[in-house]
């Protein structure tokens, strides 16, 4: 019966953390050795079971001290569940003006959220795939370590 109580207790802290309205978040791992080759792409899977609705879709990015630009250019190819191919590229400033890193620091790791497309409508229901890869100048892209898809309901 104690088992039960905890992992009840322990779901239900889990469900907590995430903001309400959250329909989505992940993040994967580039590469142990913090580089991001632009052949190797990060896919996500995204469920949207509702097309009555806007939402906000946002990239996450995880870097460490010492990347070497004021942004990151991914590019994105979102396929829906009926194989439209739709390709964006998004600028994720990750300097203030100052130079400075933008995001929520942790030690040497640097995280940060953007908001990509703000009320974006889905045409259709089922799984719709995200297919991310760098488009920098350098390849490989250093002192990277995580990209993710968080995608949330818009208020």
Known sequence: MIRIIVLVSFTLSLAACQPEGRVYN???ELSP??????????????????????YNLTLSFRFI????????????IE???SGKETVNEYTLK??????????????DIWDS??????????????????????SMPDD???????IGVILD???
Request: hydrophobic share 30%; no cysteine.
């Open 33 to 54: 050795e913090f580089r991001w080759s632009q052949i190797d792409t990060r896919e996500f899977e995204v469920p949207i079971d509702d097309t009555s609705i806007p």
């Open 94 to 107: 990750v300097r203030d003006d100052k130079g400075e890193y933008i995001g929520e620091a942790g030690y």
């Open 113 to 134: 959220e953007h908001l990509v497309e703000a009320n974006k409508k889905y045409e259709e229901t089922g799984i719709y795939t995200y297919t991310l890869a760098h």
């Open 79 to 81: 396929t829906s569940p």
């Open 140 to 146: 490989p892209l250093l002192n990277v370590m995580d």
């Open 65 to 76: 001290n010492g990347y070497q630009y004021n942004a990151a250019k991914v590019s994105v």
């Open 153 to 155: 309901k818009a208020k």
């Open 26 to 28: 992940e993040h994967k």
